[in-house]
């Protein structure tokens, strides 16, 4: 090794050299940040199918990725029993008593005038408001009884798992931001951390190059970039997963020691973009287990008019009819159940606070254990894992094939 020969050849390339772990870095950031792009996007198949081109891992793979979301979601953070038994029949009817005069004032006007048209016009208005205050009064504990029966059979009403995959698979850029929300940070850290791995292998690079000018170098070493500050970079994510203390620091994975913030938001996306509200009752009136509701509702409907009509329920059956009569009753019980959801969310300020799902999920995951923590992040990077970082090293081979023939043409070789 002539070492006069190998000052000179630094002395007129050093410029060249000295870009070498720059480029590295470069390489480094790069390939990271193409790698968690890769997880999200494009969120549909582009290229030939099957086998040239991407989809985003996380889409690609959204029914496998929204089961491990509800999983989580449905075995260690909310039960769907403790979804409805924070919410108090009797304060709800109460909180529904204005929305629901209104509606069962409509229902009777239009389900009268449909069956008996001549006689509800011949009663004077006074009748007709009186018979209509009458059904008033019941109102709420309609509504109330029809919360307990729900309460109490709320299993064969609500299926929470098949809810949530429904909401994700529909989707999709929803499923996208949850595990983006959740592992912010981290894809953070994993895009910054090629600029640092990728330099100090740079040097490496660069040192072995001045000492043996083997064309092989770059590129095996613009692989190794890739492929190794990947790999490095995961492992600090998700390990260790205890804490160990280190002097005065505490070693752990990255992942793992954001947990309580991790958690914050996590919950705040659970609250507000999936257990709502809206999803919960909408699932429990209109969704494929209503049919149970809608027995519950016609059930409390028919004992409410029965009780309504009790002495004169013979002369009523005799004026309007038998057939006629229990129409009445099923007309009375199905317009109720199509306005169940609109009344019930007069009330969503009250559910959204009893239910307290936030709160409740918070608490949950900041309890969770390190491996159960993981598994929200975790399987993202998992299941292609190996295709991200072999993506990350084949670019980082043709850019270290690049810069060889950088090299060979500049002369330097």
């Given at each position: 090794m002539d070492w006069g020969t190998i000052y000179a050849d630094v002395q007129q390339n050093y410029l060249v050299y000295l870009s070498i772990p720059v480029v590295a870095a470069l390489l480094g950031y790069?390939?990271?940040i193409a790698a968690v792009k890769m997880m999200f996007y494009p969120m549909k198949f582009v290229g030939i199918p099957p086998f040239f081109g991407w989809q985003g891992i996380v889409p690609r793979n959204a029914l496998r990725m929204a089961s491990i979301a509800v999983d989580t979601i449905t075995t260690k953070l909310v039960s769907v029993n403790e979804v409805v038994s924070k919410l108090d029949s009797e304060r709800l009817g109460k909180e529904l008593e204005g929305p629901a005069m209104e509606v069962i004032e409509t229902i009777?006007?239009?389900?009268?005038?449909?069956?008996?048209?001549?006689?509800?016009?011949?009663?004077?208005?006074?009748?007709?408001?009186?018979?209509?205050?009458?059904?008033?009064?019941?109102?709420?504990?309609?509504?109330?009884?029809?919360?307990?029966?729900?309460?109490?059979?709320?299993?064969?009403?609500?299926?929470?798992?098949?809810?949530?995959?429904?909401?994700?698979?529909?989707d999709k850029h929803l499923l996208n931001r949850i595990f983006q929300e959740v592992g912010r940070e981290e894809f953070k850290f994993f895009g910054v951390s090629g600029l640092y791995f990728g330099f100090m292998i740079g040097v490496v690079q660069m040192v072995l190059w001045v000492l043996l000018k083997e064309p092989w170098i770059l590129p095996v070493f613009g692989f190794l970039v890739g492929f190794i500050s990947d790999w490095i970079a995961l492992n600090i994510l998700f390990e260790p997963k205890k804490p160990i203390p280190f002097g005065s620091y505490t070693i752990q994975g990255l992942f793992l020691k954001?947990?309580?913030?991790?958690?914050?938001?996590?919950?705040?996306?659970?609250?507000?973009?999936?257990?709502?509200?809206?999803?919960?009752?909408?699932?429990?009136?209109a969704g494929p287990l209503s049919e149970r509701v809608q027995k519950m509702v016609?059930?409390?409907?028919?004992?409410?008019?029965?009780?309504?009509?009790?002495?004169?329920?013979?002369?009523?059956?005799?004026a309007v009819g038998a057939?006629?009569?229990?129409?009445?009753?099923?007309?009375?019980?199905?317009?109720?159940?199509?306005?169940?959801?609109?009344?019930?969310?007069?009330?969503?300020?009250?559910?959204?606070?009893?239910?307290?799902?936030?709160?409740?999920?918070?608490?949950?995951?900041?309890?969770?254990?390190?491996?159960?923590?993981?598994?929200?992040?975790?399987?993202?990077?998992?299941?292609?894992?190996?295709?991200?970082?072999?993506?990350?090293?084949?670019?980082?081979?043709?850019?270290?094939?690049?810069?060889?023939?950088?090299?060979?043409?500049?002369?330097?070789?």
């Open positions: 790069v390939t990271k009777i006007r239009e389900v009268m005038s449909k069956h008996q048209p001549r006689l509800w016009e011949s009663l004077p208005n006074f009748a007709q408001k009186k018979l209509i205050d009458r059904v008033k009064k019941d109102v709420p504990g309609v509504i109330a009884s029809v919360m307990e029966d729900i309460k109490g059979n709320i299993d064969e009403i609500l299926d929470l798992k098949a809810l949530v995959i429904r909401i994700l698979m529909k954001r947990q309580q913030k991790v958690a914050a938001d996590y919950a705040k996306i659970i609250a507000r973009d999936i257990l709502t509200p809206q999803t919960i009752i909408g699932e429990m009136v016609d059930e409390r409907v028919r004992e409410m008019v029965d009780s309504k009509a009790s002495i004169v329920k013979p002369f009523v059956v005799m057939e006629s009569f229990q129409r009445m009753k099923q007309d009375t019980s199905e317009m109720l159940m199509a306005r169940l959801a609109d009344v019930i969310m007069h009330a969503e300020t009250y559910v959204q606070t009893s239910l307290d799902i936030e709160n409740v999920v918070g608490k949950k995951m900041q309890a969770m254990t390190p491996l159960e923590f993981e598994g929200l992040l975790r399987p993202v990077f998992k299941q292609e894992e190996w295709i991200l970082i072999m993506t990350g090293a084949i670019l980082g081979g043709l850019v270290g094939e690049g810069q060889l023939m950088v090299m060979i043409k500049m002369g330097i070789i």
